[in-house]
């Protein structure tokens, strides 16, 4: 296939790495940094530099923040050509895959979103990696009426480049589940390295502590925008974490030592459910039919 990928940063890099490590396809690269883009084009990571001409693609993959998504579609879909897919790795859905398809189907070009499980702490193309999406997950939110072919090829390609489980789900699931798993994680990381005590762990810190405050590093324009996006989502995980952490202060500041102990085994008990559930996981999750509590 001939391949557009829309923004050289961390995914659209290590997209394009990996195609050129993994796959016989051409890649172009879009960036709204020329340079980057002439950075890429001069390792052999792209093929060519594209500006404005977006026809002649079979898929176009759009690695740009959300409300960047939305203004590059609009800008450039009139120059797309008929049968095109395109494709957004945006990490927030809310009405983003209906908008987009809709304007797509007025020009005869397919639109699906996607959502590729893998990153880093650190942003842009200079930390992009070809092997970024080795064994990682892939999730998939289309709509009813998107082409069955259309979820196939997408899926096939991320296959070729190293993912190894997908998810097909809906828009509105995917962003409930990963205000848990993603966006509430960084928001703890954030809030615990805010403790005064922070400058003197030198020393006293071991693997909890970095697994703890890794991600504390994030991209804040970034994740900004995500928090923002997903902000319902968010509100209602923060809420139930607040909660449960309410549960450990009561019973720490009433000396209650079998709670204590209840609460530690409650959790052990649950994350060992959660890891036996992971590995009996099969290499396709189709949840498209499954609703959350709310």
Same mark, same amino acid.
Request: proline share 3%; hydrophobic share 40%.
């Given at each position: %296939?001939?391949?557009?990928?829309?923004?050289?940063?961390?995914?659209?890099?290590?997209?394009?790495?990996?195609?050129?490590?993994?796959?016989?396809?051409?890649?172009?690269?879009?960036?709204?940094?020329?340079?980057?883009?002439?950075?890429?084009?001069?390792?052999?990571?792209?093929?060519?530099?594209?500006k404005d001409d977006c026809s002649g693609f079979d898929m176009i993959i759009v690695c740009l923040y959300p409300k960047h998504v939305r203004e590059w579609v609009r800008a450039h879909a009139d120059t %797309?050509?008929?049968?095109?897919?395109?494709?957004?790795?945006?990490?927030?859905?809310?009405?983003?895959? =209906?908008?987009?398809?809709?304007?797509?189907?007025?020009?005869?070009?397919?639109?699906?979103?996607?959502?590729?499980?893998?990153?880093?702490?650190?942003?842009?193309?200079?930390?992009?990696?070809?092997?970024?999406?080795?064994?990682?997950?892939?999730?998939?939110?289309?709509?009813? =009426?998107?082409?069955?072919?259309?979820?196939?090829?997408?899926?096939?390609?991320?296959?070729?480049?190293?993912?190894?489980?997908?998810?097909?789900?809906?828009?509105?699931?995917?962003?409930? %589940?990963?205000?848990?798993?993603?966006?509430?994680?960084?928001?703890?990381?954030?809030?615990?390295?805010?403790?005064?005590?922070?400058?003197?762990?030198?020393?006293?810190?071991?693997?909890?502590?970095?697994?703890?405050?890794?991600?504390?590093? %994030?991209?804040?324009?970034?994740?900004?925008?995500?928090?923002?996006?997903?902000? =319902?989502?968010?509100?209602? =995980?923060?809420?139930?974490?607040?909660?449960?952490?309410?549960?450990?202060?009561?019973?720490?500041?009433?000396?209650?030592?079998?709670?204590?102990?209840?609460?530690?085994?409650?959790?052990?008990?649950?994350?060992?459910?959660?890891?036996?559930?992971?590995?009996?996981?099969?290499?396709?999750?189709?949840?498209?039919?499954?609703?959350?509590?709310?």
């Open positions: %296939m001939k391949i557009l990928i829309a923004g050289l940063g961390l995914i659209g890099g290590s997209i394009c790495k990996a195609l050129h490590a993994y796959t016989d396809h051409s890649v172009y690269g879009w960036n709204r940094s020329e340079q980057t883009a002439r950075k890429a084009l001069e390792e052999h990571v792209i093929d060519g530099i594209v %797309m050509s008929e049968g095109t897919i395109v494709v957004d790795v945006s990490g927030v859905k809310t009405d983003l895959p =209906e908008e987009m398809t809709a304007l797509c189907a007025q020009h005869g070009v397919h639109y699906l979103s996607t959502h590729p499980m893998a990153g880093k702490e650190k942003a842009g193309y200079a930390v992009s990696d070809e092997d970024l999406y080795q064994g990682a997950n892939f999730i998939i939110t289309p709509l009813p =009426e998107t082409p069955k072919f259309v979820i196939a090829q997408v899926r096939n390609l991320a296959h070729q480049i190293g993912f190894r489980r997908f998810v097909i789900t809906t828009p509105e699931m995917h962003d409930r %589940m990963i205000a848990y798993t993603s966006q509430l994680a960084h928001v703890v990381s954030s809030s615990y390295v805010e403790s005064p005590v922070i400058e003197l762990e030198s020393g006293f810190s071991g693997g909890s502590f970095h697994d703890m405050t890794r991600i504390a590093a %994030m991209n804040e324009d970034m994740w900004t925008g995500l928090f923002m996006e997903n902000r =319902e989502s968010l509100l209602r =995980e923060l809420d139930i974490l607040m909660e449960n952490l309410g549960e450990y202060r009561k019973a720490l500041a009433e000396s209650d030592e079998a709670r204590v102990y209840a609460l530690i085994r409650e959790g052990r008990l649950r994350k060992e459910q959660n890891l036996r559930n992971r590995r009996n996981a099969p290499a396709l999750i189709d949840l498209t039919q499954k609703e959350l509590d709310t």
